[in-house]
T-cell receptor, first 111, second 113 residues
């Protein structure tokens, strides 16, 4: 089945850009998602990209997809303390039609 | 509009007891997922319902776990003879279809003592 991997932790200073990386294994994955989880809450969809796109920008968020390397990244511009949370990468695998999540990257924003 | 609703938000139970966790998906969403999130772990897929199709139960960790979805709407996840390793946050999500993004509830935190 699909495997989605991401680093566990990222620390940035307020105002800097954050880049969270993710890799997946199923080359037939159709949709790739980024979710945000704040303490005690469920997952909130941030943005998603279809596999025929290379980039998607939404205000401070930029998603880059390298389909050849099966690599996805989320860039948060001008990171704020309110961006501190766990960020999950997820992939909808083409074969299994099931959404597989990574372990989540904890983003710490230092004032 | 209303989002995905899960109840209870917290459940403490004794080892060996059965528990039922409920999920009310967003109205009109045909796909419903259950995931488990343990401390320091990612989201572990448990089960997936899509319309009237047979559910994908491939993620259920043991035969103590079962789930049903009545009338294509509300779903109940049942854990029989709970064990301490069942302690986790159980998250439910729904989507308009299998290719639409998932919308999550706030989860049920289960503690087995």
């Amino acid at each position: 089945g699909e495997d989605v991997e991401q680093s566990l932790f990222l620390s940035v200073r307020e105002g800097d850009s954050s880049v969270i990386n993710c890799t997946y294994t199923d080359s037939s994955s159709t949709y790739l998602y980024w979710y945000k989880q704040e303490p005690g809450a469920g997952l909130q969809l941030l943005t998603y990209i279809f596999s025929n796109m290379d980039m998607k920008q939404d205000q401070r968020l930029t998603v880059l997809l390298n389909k050849k390397d099966k690599h996805l990244s989320l860039r948060i511009a001008d990171t704020q303390t309110g961006d501190s949370a766990i960020y999950f990468c997820a992939a909808l695998s083409g074969g299994y039609q099931k959404v597989t999540f990574g372990i989540g990257t904890k983003l710490q924003v230092i004032p | 509009g209303a989002g995905v609703s899960q109840s209870p938000s917290n459940k403490v139970t004794e080892k060996g007891k059965d528990v039922e966790l409920r999920c009310d998906p967003i109205s009109g969403h045909t796909a419903l997922y259950w995931y488990r999130q343990s401390l320091g772990q990612g989201l572990e897929f448990l089960i997936y319902f899509q319309g009237n199709s047979a559910p994908d139960k491939s993620g259920l960790p043991s035969d103590r776990f079962s789930a049903e979805r009545t009338g294509g709407s509300v779903s109940t996840l049942t854990i029989q003879r709970t064990q301490q390793e069942d302690s986790a946050v159980y998250l439910c999500a729904s989507s308009l279809s299998r290719v639409e993004p998932l919308h999550f509830g706030n989860g049920t935190r289960l503690t087995v003592t």
